[in-house]
């Protein structure tokens, strides 16, 4: 046997990275905020919530429930948000995928796509409420853009996510 190949057999990845690479993965989502852009309405999906999903879809029970709440306070802080909505909005849908996870044991693809689009439409929907509720009074139709978007931005955060996990899991 080959000395390279010997170093690398029956070794665990790092601790350290099988823990830090999803939640930074995670906290570099939210921080899409703070990129330059200008844009009259909301344009960018949240890719802090994109990227918590596609960890939770294709590692069932990689988060805790309550790891909504953290990661919320994060993207609240980022995102200019009232503090306490994406603590809130993250909480559920975690819940929610959880439950799914429960309940479903097969899923393919296209279920993981319309189970996340639910989530985006829920997180983005349930922001502007409380938006409104605290804020100002916007309409719904002004996030459809942001919809769409996030929506059809979930395959490739997911194949990032699914090359992140390759990482991480990397001996």
Same mark, same amino acid.
């Given at each position: $046997?080959?000395?390279?190949y010997?170093?690398r057999l029956n070794?665990?990845?790092?601790? /350290?990275?099988?823990?830090?690479v !999803?939640?930074a993965?995670v *906290? @570099?989502g =939210? $921080?899409? !905020?703070l990129?330059?852009?200008? +844009?009259?309405? !909301?344009v960018?999906?949240?890719f802090?919530?994109?990227?918590l #999903?596609?960890?939770q879809?294709?590692?069932p ?11 919320? $306070?994060?993207?609240? @802080? &980022? ?9 809130? *909005?993250?909480s559920i #849908? *975690? @819940? +929610?995928?959880?439950? @799914? ?12 796509? /319309?189970?996340a689009?639910?989530c985006? #439409? /829920?997180g983005? +929907?349930?922001g502007?409420a409380?938006n409104?509720?605290?804020?100002s009074?916007?309409?719904? =139709?002004?996030?459809y853009?942001? &919809?769409?978007l996030?929506i /059809? ?6 194949r990032?996510?699914?090359?992140l996990?390759? #990482?991480?899991?990397k001996?």
């Amino acid at each position: $046997m080959n000395a390279p190949y010997r170093a690398r057999l029956n070794r665990e990845p790092s601790a /350290f990275r099988k823990a830090g690479v !999803p939640i930074a993965s995670v *906290l @570099i989502g =939210s $921080m899409t !905020p703070l990129l330059p852009i200008v +844009a009259s309405a !909301p344009v960018l999906p949240p890719f802090g919530l994109v990227v918590l #999903i596609c960890w939770q879809l294709l590692r069932p029970g990689i988060w805790p429930v309550w790891a909504g709440v953290p990661f919320g $306070m994060f993207d609240d @802080i &980022m995102s200019g948000q009232p503090v306490g909505s994406a603590v809130l *909005l993250w909480s559920i #849908i *975690l @819940i +929610a995928l959880d439950l @799914i996870e429960q309940r479903y044991i097969w899923r393919n693809y296209w279920q993981d796509w /319309f189970i996340a689009a639910l989530c985006l #439409i /829920f997180g983005l +929907a349930g922001g502007l409420a409380i938006n409104n509720f605290l804020v100002s009074d916007t309409r719904l =139709s002004v996030l459809y853009p942001q &919809m769409i978007l996030a929506i /059809f931005t979930y395959p490739l955060v997911l194949r990032l996510v699914a090359r992140l996990d390759h #990482i991480r899991l990397k001996r």
